[in-house]
């Protein structure tokens, strides 16, 4: 069976089901939106992932091909954990996750509790 070149070789899932969650995860600071994800694999900076996304209660779960724009190593500063951060790609289906996320975040994206990445 032939491997399609154009996904990537790696794909994660990651479900967000509540706020405080959504909330340390979300990357708004991200021009296209994006999304940290807890994990001990090795990613490069630059490296693209296949991820199925669930936000909360909404029904769709998203299928964004994501670029690794962030990496927190082991043992971080201030206890954050270990894992990547991804950039949605620019077009429809990424506008919509970052739509709904930030829909979900209403009124905290300003909110300057420290988060997975800063």
């Known amino acids: ?21 959504l909330y340390n995860s979300y990357m708004s600071f991200i ?4 999304i940290f994800i807890p ?8 490296e ?12 769709d779960k998203f299928p964004l091909k994501v670029k690794v724009v962030w990496i927190n190593p082991p043992h971080t500063n201030g206890g954050r ?5 991804v950039a949605f790609p620019k077009g429809d289906v990424g ?6 996320i930030e829909n979900n975040l209403a009124g905290l994206l300003d909110h300057p509790r420290p988060t997975y990445t800063l």
């Open 1 to 21: 069976m032939a491997q399609n070149p154009d996904l990537p070789q790696k794909m994660m899932t990651m479900a967000l089901h509540d706020r405080t969650s």
């Open 48 to 59: 693209e992932i296949l991820l199925l996304l669930e936000v909360m209660e909404h029904a």
């Open 81 to 85: 954990p270990q894992g990547i951060g």
């Open 31 to 34: 021009s296209t939106g994006g």
């Open 95 to 100: 506008a919509q996750a970052k739509a709904i």
């Open 39 to 46: 994990t001990e694999d090795a990613f490069e900076v630059g």
